[in-house]
């Protein structure tokens, strides 16, 4: 059975309803990843992760690479066992962090030598290593090792860095070796439409088990964002899955699975939670302000989320005011249930077969 | 119906087996209480505290009265509401943390005038006021006014302490009107046997529904501590319950429980386990050790802990590295329940009615 199902393709935009098939369960996709950086969704126990509806987490490779490092996690028993997490886990490559937090030494055709954020140790990185640390992690989806540009980089830069990504996935196809695990590769090209055109269509003649969108959400803004995903999506094929790597607020995905993207992620929820930044259906509520003191409702009327049931955004405002850990906890929780519940009414407007018109609605609201 | 029954009266100590019935559920004693410092057990949200065995929690009137304040908290519903704890509460009287972390500015027999540790704010408390606070918290048990001497205090300083904490003592009682709240009266005379008979005494004449020793825990040592209580505790009526306050390790713990204390509360589990110091019955476990980092086993075979059940000793140590509020969540989680299983085996031990020989295994092992 392949990996992936489209399960319906709405009629009204290139929205569609998916099923993903992974050794740790089934996700039905359009689907939100939440962020678990360092081994953990910050603050959150896998019991109150689940109770968000997360049936998918995102592990950055870098982090874990750099502390407690893969041989540990491997005698550990594996990221799910590490993290306590039996739902399925993707894990980036590293590269995204290795071009954006760490001091680059070195990097050239082969892969890329740079220094620990943490301790400025040298690491070495390039395809066949990326893979072979997602290899023993034993996730669920990897992805292949990708050269990430910032925003504004000039064409040559651009260029190279687009060859290197299409030269590394398909070292990153060579070196794979786990049964059970899929593996995605990553389009780069910034906002330049040929460049996209290009690495598209050399990763999908290559052939890998998804296609993610990389290099977006860096300062582009919502309006080249969009453009470059609708672009690039004409060169994907429909029966594989589509990710777009680091997105991002509600109307960023709501507009993105309108072009067809089935896979989120994004440090949004929890570290505007951790930061007392709470989404509502209604615009953000700011729990430190000083309005919410004898506030005794929910952050959300109706939310049916941990936080809500049990907290009044009065609490919530004492907690960040004394700086009790609970506060940043909560919101997150929130947040993330915020996140998973618009994904379902996302895929409940696709069965709906009226997702176009349904969007602007959600996005009015968001 | 009284509002505490002993239930066994094991016949090798003084200790015994208890149910405080309270406007939010029965209590078996003897208990322990975590402590609930500004509206919450830090970190643990009441489904983890719950986990945990905890029957009642103790919070703060201090923190409280300084933030967010008593009206807040009442117009939020009462600290019940506030905390999302459904469970039975004692609040204490505020007295201890006014002569601990505040800047005094003033105290006669009628009370006390201290600075805020947060602003400096100048609040005034006394019997009425600090009764009135806890009425209005609308907790089940609540403490009298007390004034806390600092061990080693010369003796006309602890004599009058006693003398304005009987004085105070009887103006709560006669301040208290909330029904279905519970008032305790608080013992002091630092390690003076005579004043402790005195202060004992006095406040039994007045009769309250509970007697607390207080001044304790600080600086005396186990020995003395342990003298005091016993040397208390003969002062006591049997058909109220005790309570040691601030009291303390295991050891603290199962000897006052032999001397027929059925009441504590402490912040060492959730304060030790912010510092990854984990109990055991084989002895503490330090978690930032190198020794854990590939250490697959929890903290404490055969404990059903949500940490224990979950997480190994190698993701612990990481997460204290990464600085990861889950280590901290995660081994007050234990602790908690640690100490929670410690109760339950004492109580088993009185049952059993071989409580002395018991209590020196329990010592032995912890």
Not at 30 to 38: A, K, L, R
Not at 80 to 104: C, E, N
Not at 209 to 215: E, F, K, R, W
Not at 269 to 297: C, K, M, Q, V
Request: net charge neutral; hydrophobic share 40%.
């Amino acid at each position: 059975m392949a990996n992936f199902q489209v399960l319906h393709q709405d009629s009204s935009s290139a929205a569609r309803l998916g099923m993903l098939h992974t050794a740790h369960g089934q996700i039905e996709t359009p689907v939100f990843m939440p962020v678990g950086t360092g081994g953990a969704v910050k603050g959150i126990t896998p019991y109150h992760l689940k109770e968000t509806g997360a049936s998918i987490i995102l592990a950055n490779t870098y982090h874990l690479l750099l502390r407690p490092g893969v041989e540990t996690i491997e005698k550990l028993g594996g990221l799910h066992k590490f993290m306590a997490w039996d739902r399925p886990i993707l894990t980036d490559s590293g590269g995204y962090q290795v071009f954006s937090l760490s001091p680059l030494t070195k990097i050239d055709d082969d892969g890329v030598e740079f220094a620990s954020h943490v301790d400025g140790a040298k690491i070495y990185l390039n395809a066949e290593i990326a893979t072979e640390i997602q290899n023993r992690l034993a996730v669920d989806i990897i992805m292949c090792l990708d050269q990430c540009t910032p925003f504004g980089v000039d064409a040559p830069q651009l260029e190279k860095a687009v060859e290197r990504t299409i030269l590394w996935a398909k070292r990153c196809k060579k070196a794979h070796n786990r049964p059970n695990q899929m593996l995605f590769a990553i389009i780069q090209g910034g906002i330049n439409q040929e460049l996209r055109t290009y690495c598209a269509q050399e990763l999908v003649k290559t052939g890998f088990d998804g296609y993610a969108i990389g290099g977006l959400s860096v300062g582009e803004g919502h309006d080249e964002m969009v453009k470059t995903v609708r672009h690039t999506m004409t060169f994907l094929p429909a029966d594989k899955p589509r990710y777009l790597m680091g997105v991002g607020t509600p109307e960023d995905i709501i507009t993105a699975v309108m072009a067809g993207i089935d896979m989120f992620d994004c440090v949004l929820p929890t570290r505007n939670g951790r930061n007392a930044f709470a989404f509502t259906e209604n615009g953000p509520l700011r729990l430190r302000n000083n309005t919410h003191i004898e506030d005794s409702r929910p952050i959300e009327a109706g939310c049916d989320c941990y936080c809500c049931r049990n907290f009044s955004r009065g609490t919530l405002r004492h907690f960040f005011n004394i700086g009790e850990m609970l506060g940043p906890i909560l919101v997150s929780v929130h947040n993330l249930t915020f996140y998973q519940r618009l994904m379902a009414k996302i895929r409940q407007a696709i069965k709906a077969n009226n997702f176009a018109e349904r969007a602007k609605e959600l996005i009015m609201n968001y």
